[in-house]
């Protein structure tokens, strides 16, 4: 990308372009560096489409490294998803998949060559006593009673760690910096710890692993990533990540690559992304799995019908910046709809039918009608329906005792059949609780395509489905998973559950052109919705649909003034 392209740039931009100005960098190559350990959430999907778009755009590679160096909470099945939900996102790796844990020999060899000098050394203290020697960020800490070891006791001290002859706890191996740093990080961090578990990628192998801020700048270096791109919260890190790599010989000054950048996380006003929280809600059954299309996962709403594309333009209206702020749901909703306005066939649906029966029109005669896929844009094409004697409509469009203005169906009242026919109710059928069962109509044969040659209007327009063909079809609604009005949590921190975020809706009518859908596969339902196909519960006999999005929203774009 040529500078001056585009009006304005973020600040990583300006960063990567003065190092490539500089002649700091050639080819810039960043990364997206997952813990294997649970689901992504729309917050990575930020960082994944902001760090393969900078790989993009300057020409660069993209690395997916997955940071597994804690093999307590980690699992292949988290892998698996992790790389579905990238691919899903459009960010390409190509062949560089990676995985800390390949890296662990380096890591071994580097922490060795600090040790040698004098930069390391194996303590004996505790978590509680290294805490309590730490000290505040108004006090300086403690030095370490086990930093004055010789560099020979270390080295064999470290070996004997690696090798297994100590129990999990009694050692770690720290760096040696600052013990009275103001940045509390640079205070004789852990850089190794004793752990004797399996791990689920080098198997038994190794009983001590590296710490993450230790392990982390050293993957970089080994992949050779320019720009480390991380969240805001790592930004305190950044020197430690700085003295990792000067101090193992991978750089020589702060300014060399791999260089850290730090932006600001996403946050989203009233959702759920804390793993604990999602665990718990999958464990007592709440949702049916982290992908339940009430949460934000990336997998949730990849099976709730968003698209990459409503993500990425999500990620470009939040902008990156360097400040937290939090973003209303309502914009991503907003992004979905105007990804699929244009994108998708307009399907007729009736999610509570009621049959209509037009008397006069013959028994045995079925009429085909060509409809319009997407009124907006032609390129969709057309479909045919059939128009027969007996039709469903949405429950929603009749009313026995309609109030004023309303335009809808009630008996001796005209509407337009959408892309078909005038009609005019007659009389309807109840049972004995007073419920509608039969709506009877009559049509007027000369306003084929909704339009009357002698002129006359009618105010309402109602969608239908042909009863002899409808596709019986579940259909799920929802709702914001916590309540809204009263915030995420309770006083005992716990969340707020909304007891109507899922209304199924079991008998629902479809017209058969839905028959061609697949999973993941979305459609408008007229005056409805955007709706997917749910590929988790549809079966080769019965379509499960889920709501992506109602039609309209209030929300409307901040503008910058």
Request: proline letters at 5%.
């Amino acid at each position: 990308m040529e500078t001056g392209e585009r009006e304005s740039k973020n600040f990583i931009e300006t960063i990567i372009e003065n190092d490539i100005k500089e002649g700091r960098v050639t080819t810039i190559k960043t990364r997206f560096p997952p813990e294997p350990n649970g689901y992504l959430h729309i917050g990575h999907a930020k960082s994944i489409i902001l760090n393969s778009g900078l790989a993009e755009e300057y020409g660069g590679k993209f690395n997916l490294r997955f940071d597994d160096t804690n093999p307590t909470k980690e699992k292949s099945e988290f892998v698996e998803s992790i790389e579905a939900d990238v691919k899903w996102l459009g960010a390409n790796w190509e062949d560089r998949l990676f995985f800390a844990s390949n890296y662990f020999d380096d890591m071994y060899k580097a922490a060795v060559r600090l040790i040698e000098r004098g930069k390391a050394y194996v303590s004996d203290m505790s978590a509680d006593e290294i805490r309590e020697f730490r000290g505040t960020l108004t006090e300086p800490g403690k030095d370490d009673p086990y930093s004055k070891r010789t560099v020979e006791e270390n080295l064999k001290l470290f070996e004997e760690m690696k090798e297994g002859k100590y129990e999990d706890g009694s050692k770690v191996l720290r760096a040696r910096i600052d013990m009275a740093s103001p940045n509390i990080n640079m205070r004789d961090p852990v850089i190794y710890r004793i752990a004797h578990l399996t791990h689920q990628n080098t198997g038994d192998k190794w009983c001590i692993y590296p710490m993450y801020d230790f392990a982390h700048p050293i993957e970089d270096a080994i992949e050779g990533i320019t720009h480390s791109i991380c969240t805001l919260e790592f930004e305190d890190h950044r020197p430690l990540y700085d003295w990792v790599l000067i101090e193992a010989g991978f750089k020589k000054t702060a300014e060399d690559t791999p260089k850290q950048i730090e932006f600001a996380k996403l946050y989203l006003t009233n959702v759920v992304t804390g793993k604990r929280y999602i665990k718990k809600l999958v464990e007592e059954g709440i949702v049916d799995g982290w992908d339940d299309p009430r949460l934000v996962s990336i997998a949730a709403l990849r099976r709730r019908g968003f698209t990459p594309e409503s993500l990425r333009k999500f990620v470009e209206l939040c902008g990156i910046s360097k400040g937290n702020s939090s973003v209303d749901y309502a914009m991503l909703e907003y992004c979905i709809r105007e990804d699929l306005k244009l994108k998708r066939s307009r399907i007729m649906a009736c999610l509570n039918p009621v049959k209509v029966v037009i008397d006069n029109f013959p028994e045995d005669k079925e009429e085909e009608l060509v409809v319009v896929n997407n009124m907006e844009n032609d390129e969709l094409g057309t479909h045919t329906i059939k128009f027969t004697k007996e039709i469903y409509i949405d429950r929603d469009d009749f009313m026995k005792e309609p109030p004023k203005k309303y335009f809808r169906l009630y008996p001796g009242n005209e509407v337009r059949l959408m892309q078909a026919y005038y009609v005019t109710c007659t009389s309807f059928e109840e049972d004995e609780n007073g419920e509608v069962t039969v709506i009877h109509c009559t049509y007027d044969p000369e306003t084929k395509g909704g339009n009357s040659p002698d002129g006359r209007k009618v105010k309402g327009t109602i969608h239908w489905v042909p009863a002899p063909y409808a596709v019986k079809a579940t259909v799920r609604l929802y709702e914001n998973i916590v309540n809204e009005e009263l915030g995420v949590y309770n006083e005992d921190g716990s969340l707020n559950l909304n007891p109507n975020s899922k209304t199924v809706l079991t008998d629902c009518v479809i017209e058969p052109e839905i028959l061609k859908a697949k999973p993941y596969d979305s459609f408008q339902f007229v005056r409805q919705g955007f709706f997917a196909v749910d590929p988790k519960d549809t079966t080769d006999n019965h379509l499960v649909f889920n709501r992506i999005v109602s039609l309209k929203s209030s929300y409307k774009l901040p503008t910058n003034k």
